[in-house]
């Protein structure tokens, strides 16, 4: 059984190149369950009905106004609000303060992502992934003014390790891989 689900999780790690390829298995908690104990209410609140009014130009313009917000690290998950008071936000709370207004304008299929931003990188990051009619996107208002899809983000970048939509959390199959 252990080989072939590992065998079935190796296939799918080295098919999938970026979260939207990502094989996610739901699980019960991940390792920042309790970090994210401040922002819980944002990523669980219901979202209203799907809308058409959150277009690519319009998250576009979200991202551009969050990526002009100076970077700050804290150790701690900021919430929207004090995001976006014009004190310094790190990668978390860009994220988040993405999430909320994708949740509250009718997005769906958003999911707040912790991983690796390269495949070099030391520290985890933050960021979203959205598929939308249009396309699956990476939204990472830290680093980036626009969206971007997958292919445009590099092959190798934005590995996921969790995610988190709604009340439910994810495990990538490589994390589980890395950990059996």
Known sequence: MKKTLLSTALFA???SSSFADA???TVAATPYDHQMDR???VLTASNRAASNR???GVVNQWMGELRSIPYGFTTFWKT???AQSGAPADCKAKAVALYEKMQANGATN???VIGKR???SRQTHAWLAWDSEGGSYVLDPTFNWAACTPAQAGRRNYQTLYAYAGSKKFRAAST???QN
């Open 118 to 120: 390269t495949p070099g």
């Open 13 to 15: 790690l080295f098919a």
């Open 23 to 25: 094989l996610l298995f």
């Open 176 to 178: 589980l891989i890395a």
């Open 110 to 112: 958003v999911r707040l």
């Open 39 to 41: 922002i819980r209410p």
């Open 80 to 82: 929207p609000a004090e």
């Open 54 to 56: 959150v277009s690519l």
